[in-house]
């Protein structure tokens, strides 16, 4: 998950033609849709290509493109269309067709928990940055940035123990906010683990 806010602000910058707010966003999606890219074509250049075509349609369709929501589905959807397409115009369709079906069940899955994974990051990304600031800023330093516990306090003047407690009661805070809000994922995840 990319460490890069992208907040309303930002999208609205963007529905606007700002290209740093396109940067920004782009910094946000690239590794995601490139990564998602490789897996489908045959090649890193052909990922690559495809992945810049992505963004060039997405700076098109940026007036259109409203929401955080919007702009994942409409990177992600057209990854997937744009990746089949190409595969069928080189004729390679059935060739791939066959090797779809010979996946195992185990990689079926595998494939599934990526995606799930990724959104699940996401979700975690937003909640962490509806923190105060400096529950907030603990987590970023601890997970996000790899400091340790030691090194957080020097740099904030406080405690390890009191390093400890805030990042505790920051992650019990997004917790509670995933089990009192995602039931839904929660029973997907539940349901992708035991089927």
Not at 90 to 116: H, M, N, P, V, Y
């Amino acid at each position: 998950m990319s460490t890069i806010e992208l907040d309303n602000d930002t999208i609205l910058q963007f529905n606007k033609g700002d290209e740093s707010a396109f940067t920004v966003i782009y910094n946000h999606f690239y590794h995601h849709i490139f990564s998602f890219c490789k897996y489908l074509l045959p090649t890193i250049e052909d990922a690559r290509d495809m992945t810049a075509q992505l963004f060039i349609q997405l700076w098109e369709k940026k007036e259109t493109l409203q929401s955080y929501t919007h702009l994942r589905a409409f990177l992600f959807l057209n990854a997937r269309n744009k990746c089949f397409n190409f595969l069928r115009d080189q004729k390679a369709r059935s060739a791939i067709d066959k090797q779809l079906g010979d996946f195992t069940i185990e990689e079926q899955r595998a494939i599934l928990f990526s995606e799930i994974e990724s959104e699940l990051i996401t979700r975690i990304y937003e909640e962490v940055e509806k923190l105060p600031d400096y529950y907030r800023n603990i987590l970023k330093l601890s997970y996000f940035q790899g400091y340790s516990n030691q090194e957080i306090a020097a740099m904030l003047n406080v405690s390890e123990k009191t390093v400890r407690n805030a990042k505790s009661i920051a992650l019990k805070t997004v917790r509670i906010v995933f089990l009192n809000r995602n039931t839904k994922m929660g029973i997907t995840l539940t349901i992708c683990y035991f089927f």
